[in-house]
């Protein structure tokens, strides 16, 4: 083959690369949702040395199992931060919720007048704004 001919080889081989480690992080972001809805930790060390193991244990080299290894660590490095994000939008988002249900209940009450009574709607208290004495 060609130099141009391996070019064109590895740059196939990149875009499947990129394809699969997207699909692995849409993995990686539905483990986190799971992890969220059981509580478990995102940090698992003995899933993680699993993985280190499967990947040695199907590698049929050029490539030397400790440097399979390192790339590895980096491919679950940035799935767990993946899984980290992913949970801390779902802390916010439930925040949000909760802040807004919080709202929503505050402003379906009539809100207090000056003396504590509910006002009206209009804002007819029966007392001035200024100085919650009667009229």
Known sequence: MTLEELRKRIDVLDRQLVALLNERARAAQMVGHLKAATSLPVYEPNREKLVYANVRAVNQGPLPDI?????????????RALQRNELASERHARELARLAAASNSDSAAPAAGPTGAPSSQNGETGQTPETGKKK
């Open 67 to 79: 440097e399979l290894t390192h790339i590895y660590e980096r491919i679950i490095d940035v799935m």
